[in-house]
């Protein structure tokens, strides 16, 4: 019987190196493990409602805050039956950004915060999360903010903030397990850490269903 693959998630907020380390734990995971895996990246931009998304970060058009939310969820709903397949069928997928971030990012403009997490129960839970954090200060000097519409020093900080006191270790990320990664430090320091917890962890989830938000 083949194993079920795994649901790997990188979180924080802007500049924090995510995407560098989703590419590096892939590449781990794919040759060091030899196990297939995937990447994927929320928003998805490629789809119809993720180029509406697009258009609104890059300052193209302006629209509610709630409706952007729940176009943000259904970029990731859209996307259910293809996670659930890769992970049925053995693939193990690493995730830039999901849920969580959705919820951050909009509770941070004073949304109520259940609200957002409403829309996100039931879509296929992460198995392990990598929160990668520094301080937004360091973040932002990082340079190449690429003029995205979230990428301002005080947003970064409330996101930040909310990431830290409501999502983090909280009773409704239950059962998901979030490793906090000091994420101002040398990529390759960064990068074995995180691969060495995947190498502890893989065989144990494997074992386990696959879970749902609640
Ligand atoms: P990216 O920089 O990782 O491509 O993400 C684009 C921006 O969208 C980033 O500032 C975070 C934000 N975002 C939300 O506001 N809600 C969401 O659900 C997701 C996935 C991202
Ligand atoms: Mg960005």
Redesign the pocket.
Known sequence: MIKRGLFILFEGV?RVG??TQVQALTNHISNVQKLQTKSL???D?TTPIGQI?NQY?QNATNMDDRAL?LL??S??WEARDSILELLNNGTNIVV????Y??VA??AAKGIDFDWCYACEKGLPKPDLIFYLTMSSEDATKRGEYGG????KLDFQKKIKQIYEEKLVDQPNSKQTTWKIINANRPIDEISNEISSIFDSEFKNIQSSPIGKLE
Do not use: A, C
Request: net charge positive; hydrophobic share 15%.
């Open positions: 802007d995510k995407s990246r929320f928003p931009r998304i970060l939310h943000f969820s970029n990731r830039d950004r999901y849920s971030s959705g990012y909009s995205e519409r979230y990428e």
